[in-house]
């Protein structure tokens, strides 16, 4: 569930950055950084390796 709900997250990002003064570059820091590292931390403890590769390559 972890997974899906940070590949929703990632679906914001043109709303988000679009409308957005990110200047300092903070908003964008969550999408690169801190977004990929929950991913990554979910997609390694999910058993079926099957549905993160479904969640990849659904985006």
């Known amino acids: 569930m972890g997974a899906k709900l940070v590949a929703s997250f ?3 990002d043109e709303g988000v950055l679009g409308h ?3 200047s300092s570059g903070n908003a964008g820091d969550v999408f ?3 977004a990929k590292e929950l991913f990554v931390d979910y997609a390694s403890r999910c058993a079926d390796k099957g549905k993160i590769a479904d ?3 659904a985006g």
């Open 10 to 12: 990632y679906e914001t």
């Open 32 to 34: 690169r950084y801190d």
């Open 20 to 22: 957005c003064d990110d």
């Open 55 to 57: 969640i990849i390559t």
